[in-house]
């Protein structure tokens, strides 16, 4: 079976320096908010570009205290993509916030800028940016906006980590920028893992306390906060696997440059702009016989996964903000035609050229009834 990522694979080569990062942690006796933490959360904003870096329990957690930080609550609204991981949208309602939806762009899948002033209200706070599957969103259009309205950019760049846009790295050009350690995302953990990084101190202090329970000084607390920490030792396993990180970008990046040859023209293959604007987190094609592309591939040992099936303002959670069907149409399209393919940094050419053919001879198959 060709799966959707190898983390195993990718273990058999890095096990050696992990290991030894995780026992330096154990060795250490800091658990919690220690050197590692400490070490990850400096490279991963100076990779970014940002003075300061935080480190937290997950990338759901990023987006809830990056909106917390900015004082955004009740009563607010934050745009977004209906078109994205639920988190997104989980975290504003998390908050108290109302998250307001706008629909995507056609090509790329991010949320369409053009789209955003019509649903700018008194209320609006913050866009939550998303940079989908790894492609970078059209950041100059809505860093525009946020200035002409004053509201704030939060990027999540949970799928997004070292892409670029227009020379800066996505996470680094909007107020705050989240990412996600989650195993299956191109910098992952083993288990949970998150960071924050702002080009602003004062965000940069504030949710530092939030993450702690509202406490600097022990005992004392400031604010109602959680108990969201980076995890020491999952700190020590990103730390190995930063050192290869962009190399890890290149090689998917070679895979997704293989698909698109291979598949231009005889199926819908993703839109990029530039080389470094997408990191292929995921590599979609779109097609109106989705499911049956699915399960031919399943057929031939071929895994591959649909992100999103539901856009958010369909899912059964959401339905106190009375969306219909209808109201974010290129989401709901591409909901039921995308079909993510196999991609992954070990990915071997004849696993590759296995998918392509695989693929052609779904589309021979289909054209020739
Ligand atoms: C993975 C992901 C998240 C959430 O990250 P967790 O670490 O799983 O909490 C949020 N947004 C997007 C776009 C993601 O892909």
New binding site residues.
């Given amino acids: 079976m060709i799966p959707m990522v190898d983390l195993k694979e990718e273990l058999e080569t890095l096990k050696e320096p992990i290991l030894k990062s995780l026992i330096d942690v154990l060795e250490s006796g800091e658990y919690i908010l220690g050197k590692k933490g400490k070490e990850i959360e400096n490279l991963i904003a100076t990779y970014i570009g940002t003075p300061y870096g935080i480190g937290v329990?997950?990338?759901?957690?990023?987006?809830y205290l990056s909106l917390r930080s900015l004082d955004i609550g009740p009563g607010d609204e934050v745009i977004t993509t209906p078109f994205?991981?639920?988190?997104?949208g989980e975290?504003i309602a998390q908050v108290g916030a109302k998250p307001v939806f706008v629909d995507i762009e056609n090509d790329t899948y991010n949320i369409n800028p053009t789209k955003i002033r019509e649903k700018i209200t008194s209320n609006t706070k913050a866009i939550i940016v998303?940079?989908?599957y790894g492609q970078a969103a059209k950041m100059t259009e809505i860093m525009e906006l946020a200035e002409e309205f004053n509201l704030k950019v939060i990027e999540?760049?949970?799928?997004a980590i070292g892409t670029e846009y227009r020379g800066k790295r996505v996470g680094g050009i909007g107020d705050i920028g989240?990412f996600?350690?989650?195993p299956s995302?191109n910098l992952g953990a083993y288990g949970?893992?998150?960071m924050i990084v702002t080009k602003h101190k004062n965000l940069y202090e504030k949710i530092s306390i939030l993450r702690n329970h509202g406490s600097t000084i022990k005992y004392r607390h400031s604010l109602i906060g959680i108990n969201s920490r980076l995890d020491e030792f999952q700190a020590a396993i990103v730390l190995v696997k930063f050192k290869y990180l962009d190399i890890f970008l290149h090689k998917r990046k070679e895979v997704a440059r293989r698909y698109t040859e291979e598949l231009k023209g005889i199926i819908k293959t993703p839109s990029i702009a530039t080389t470094k604007e997408h990191t292929f987190?995921q590599y979609c094609v779109e097609l109106d016989k989705r499911d049956q592309l699915s399960n031919f591939l399943q057929q031939h040992e071929i895994a591959s996964a649909i992100?999103y099936p539901i856009p958010l303002h369909l899912q059964e959670a959401f339905r106190y903000l009375n969306y219909q069907k209808g109201d974010f149409p290129v989401a709901e399209r591409v909901a039921n035609k995308i079909l993510a393919l196999p991609i992954f940094p070990s990915m071997t050419f004849k696993q590759q050229d296995k998918v392509i053919s695989v693929l052609k001879s779904f589309i021979e198959k289909d054209s020739g009834k």
């Fill in positions: 329990g997950n990338g759901t957690d990023a987006l994205t991981f639920f988190a997104t975290a998303v940079h989908l999540d760049a949970c799928q989240c996600s350690f989650f995302k949970d893992g998150g987190h992100y």
